[in-house]
């Protein structure tokens, strides 16, 4: 079956342009994840949806948003980049809330320039 | 929250050579796994061992629950098998804690 589908894969964006990205997770999935990898931090959670609710929330400013849909696509939105928000954005699914395996899609790698 | 550290940071070896890899948390999980980054960053899945004893092919992975500790063997190291191993945990319905990661490399 399909993994977890994120895209776009690659983008590069200006200071002050805000970004949204998606993610479609593996079919039945109903719980996606949001992390972001930078090689000064390491992998850090950014949030998790769950039947369009946000379940959890990790240490990020406000211009860090996300959203999840009825079919669980999950989007995540940044407004306002700066150049400290270049990263690799890690989208994962699994079937329920803090249970399971995490499987991970591709990711979308974002320049900030 | 969850502490979760990996050992050693840096490994190089020859090929055909055999490897250990450690995963230390400071608390019970109810989540562990362990997962190979790619170098054009995906997250490969390994294992999801969050208690006894998985194999699969060159790889093996041990989690001892109760000493907080999960250890990922490699046998006859390859050059694919290159890149950075990370193991990630998980306590109650809390976010998925990644360990900073073991970079390996092994030459031929």
């Known amino acids: 079956k399909a993994g977890v589908t994120q895209t776009p894969r690659y983008l590069i964006k200006t200071r002050g342009q805000q970004v949204t990205l998606s993610c479609s997770p593996i079919?039945?999935?109903?719980?996606v994840s949001w992390y972001q990898q930078t090689p000064g931090q390491g992998l850090q959670f950014l949030f998790e949806y769950f039947s369009e609710t946000q379940r959890n929330k990790g240490n990020f400013p406000g211009r860090f948003s996300g959203r999840q849909f009825s079919n669980s696509r999950s989007e995540m939105n940044v407004s306002t980049l700066e150049l400290g928000d270049s990263a690799l954005y890690l989208c994962?699914?699994?079937?329920?809330?803090?249970?399971?395996?995490?499987?991970f899609g591709e990711g979308s790698r974002l320049t900030v320039l | 929250g969850i502490q979760v550290e990996q050992s050693p940071p840096d490994l190089i070896l020859q090929e055909g050579a055999n490897s250990t890899l450690r995963c230390n948390f400071s608390d019970s999980v109810n989540n562990l796994q362990w997962f190979h980054q790619n170098p054009w960053g995906q997250l490969i899945n390994l294992f999801y061992?969050?208690?006894g004893t998985k194999q699969n092919g060159r790889l093996s992975a041990t989690t001892v629950a109760t000493e907080r500790y999960s250890l990922l063997y490699i046998s006859s190291s390859q050059t694919t098998d290159s890149g950075v191993y990370f193991c990630a945990v998980r306590t109650g319905f809390q976010k998925l804690v990644f360990g900073t990661g073991t970079r390996l490399l092994v030459s031929p």
């Open positions: 061992i969050p208690s």
């Open positions: 079919s039945g999935h109903r719980s």
């Open positions: 994962a699914s699994s079937l329920g809330p803090g249970t399971g395996e995490l499987f």
